[in-house]
């Protein structure tokens, strides 16, 4: 796969304070990334760092394999903070600015105002619009030039449910055309949802980083083991609604959606000649279980 | 990137609803005052006040009156500059890949256009009033005072000049046009009263004020009658007039301060967190 952008032990002080420290991940094309943590964990910090403006103590990034701390602009469409437009200019007007600036066809104004649900307010000034219009505005202008790659910083930050709801909308949407999708947040649930993989922030260190459904998954999680695990793994493999999330030494972390399906697993196991000499159930709960990260 | 920055600009301020207003408002009272200036009939003593308003004094006049109205020039010059912090919007062109150096110029184009805004104002007020006043007309007399126009143009970048600095600098409109105002008057002068004569003539507000000096009426209001046989004004010799260097001198000084202000802005672009 190919690398979208790498991270490189990256450091950065405000004086004393130290916002992040040592941060390093890599991201592949086609992936959601959550940057989970509370507030003040150095999410923004780092997201402005690789968009280019805030600049790091120490430590690298490189997007798309280009040289050290270069920002690739028109392949990266950025939301960080809250959005920013002129209040006084039409959302049309206001993305024909982004668009030049960016040096990319105003032509696709029209479409990208129809994806984030805004095209009947094309020509209604920006002080007029609700908070989560603005926000979804915020995302058409960082859609403007059809970017590899969005960076996304609390993107549902301050909406109501119903405005949460749209813009995980649009933002799964994006994913689902292929789009490599940098999101930070500090709502669990939102990562959850959204997100393919997970980097856990803390005091601006990385505390834990993995899959989503392996690391948050609220869905039931089941150590099987049998004599022969590779049997199992094979033949579980083959199961459709099964979702092997790890694969152990001496047994397999399994989850699937229902767990009513248990029986049924171990009997179609036992037709294949599969005999289970280990089920046990992983209850966890994603509240308790992002704490005890948290915690450590 | 000339066209693509003038676009940009375009968008921002040809629909700013305060931008159009403080435009219309400068063309108004400029109109008007040109206006009602034009129609004061000062009988006394066989002065007569309309002959400011033939060519070639005409151009002298209009530029005085417009060079008024420069300071609102200015303050729109720090709208514009500092409705882009306070929106945010510089920090948001940043991210989406305009350099500094953009930022700077397509500012600097709008304040140019509107400069030239002003000259084109006085140009074709200047013909009409002219027209209307002047018993005759001859080709020389239009010409001859034809220079005030584009010494009035960088009068009016120098404003606006100082604007955009004084905006940069503070970020926030009230702290500039505070600030730009004070240094007109009285910042500047105050210390210019400190300074001799000599060295106060270059500062740079008198350097731009006397780009567009008073127009000699009593002078040009005598001249039928009388020949003032060695060239300084009447004005001056009655110790009113406030002209200490030739025009083309003042000029080019003030062309340095422009650029001074350019280049003083562009140190702070360059080290400012946007």
């Known amino acids: 796969m190919e690398s979208v952008l790498t991270v490189n032990s990256l450091s950065k002080n405000f004086g004393n304070i130290k916002a992040i420290q040592n941060i390093s991940f890599n991201i592949k094309k086609g992936q959601v990334i959550g940057l989970l943590g509370p507030n003040g964990s150095g999410k923004t910090t780092t997201l402005s760092i690789v968009i280019g403006i805030k600049r790091a103590s120490y430590g690298s990034f490189s997007w798309f394999n280009l040289p050290e701390g270069k920002t690739a602009n028109t392949r990266i469409g950025s939301l960080i903070e809250i959005p920013y437009f002129y209040p006084y200019l039409s959302l049309n007007r206001n993305l024909q600015i982004a668009a030049q600036v960016k040096g990319v066809n105003p032509n696709q104004i029209p479409q990208i105002l129809d994806m984030v ?31 590899e790659v969005l960076v996304l910083d609390e993107p549902t930050n301050g909406l109501d449910p119903e405005g949460i709801a749209e813009v995980r909308e649009i933002i799964i949407e994006q994913s689902r055309q292929g789009r490599t999708i940098l999101l930070a947040s500090h709502i669990l649930d939102e990562v959850e949802k959204v997100c393919s993989d997970v980097i856990i922030l803390k005091q601006g260190k990385i505390i834990s980083q993995g899959r989503v459904n392996e ?21 579980l493999s083959n199961y459709k609604g099964i979702e092997i999330v790890e694969k152990r030494s001496d047994s397999l972390l399994v989850a699937w959606e229902d767990a009513g399906t248990i029986p049924e697993i171990n009997q179609w196991l036992m037709h294949k000649g599969i005999v289970l000499s280990r089920i046990e159930p992983v209850k966890k709960s994603l509240e308790s279980q992002f704490l005890q990260i948290i915690k450590q | 990137m000339l066209k693509k920055l003038l676009t940009i600009e375009g968008h921002k301020t040809l629909f700013y609803p305060t931008f159009r207003t403080i435009l219309i408002i400068h063309a108004i009272l400029f109109l008007l005052v040109t206006a009602v200036a034009s129609n004061i009939s000062l009988t006394t003593q066989g002065i007569r006040i309309d002959k400011v308003f033939q060519f070639p004094h005409v151009w002298n006049t209009l530029a005085w009156i417009a060079s008024w109205f420069n300071l609102l020039l200015g303050i729109l010059a720090i709208l514009l500059v500092s409705n882009e912090f306070q929106f945010k919007t510089f920090r948001k062109h940043i991210i989406d890949g305009l350099s500094r150096n953009e930022i700077l110029l397509s500012k600097l184009f709008v304040f140019t256009l509107l400069a030239a805004y002003t000259m084109i104002l006085v140009f074709i007020s200047g013909i009409l009033f002219g027209i209307a006043k002047s018993p005759t007309f001859s080709i020389n007399d239009f010409i001859q005072g034809l220079p005030y126009l584009p010494v009035l143009f960088i009068q009016s970048l120098g404003y606006m000049l100082l604007g955009m600095l004084m905006a940069f600098l503070f970020k926030n409109s009230a702290f500039s046009i505070i600030a730009f105002l004070l240094y007109f008057f009285p910042v500047e002068p105050i210390i210019r009263a400190f300074m001799s004569d000599g060295v106060a003539a270059f500062m740079p507000a008198k350097t731009i004020a006397n780009l567009t000096p008073m127009p000699d009426f009593v002078g040009i209001s005598l001249s039928d009658i009388i020949q003032i046989s060695n060239g300084s004004s009447s004005l001056e010799a009655m110790g009113i007039g406030s002209e200490s260097l030739p025009l083309l001198v003042t ?14 802005t562009k140190l702070i672009v360059d080290h400012k967190n946007f």
């Open chain 1, 117 to 147: 649900d805004l095209d009947k307010r094309a020509n209604s000034k920006y002080q007029t619009l609700s908070l989560g219009m603005k926000q979804r505005l915020a995302i058409a202008s960082a859609l403007l030039g059809n970017p």
């Open chain 2, 251 to 264: 000029t080019l000084i003030a062309i340095g301060y422009c650029l001074l202000f350019g280049l003083v």
């Open chain 1, 215 to 235: 690391l948050l998954s609220e869905k039931h999680m089941v150590i099987l083991s049998a004599d022969n695990n590779e049997d199992l793994y094979a033949q």
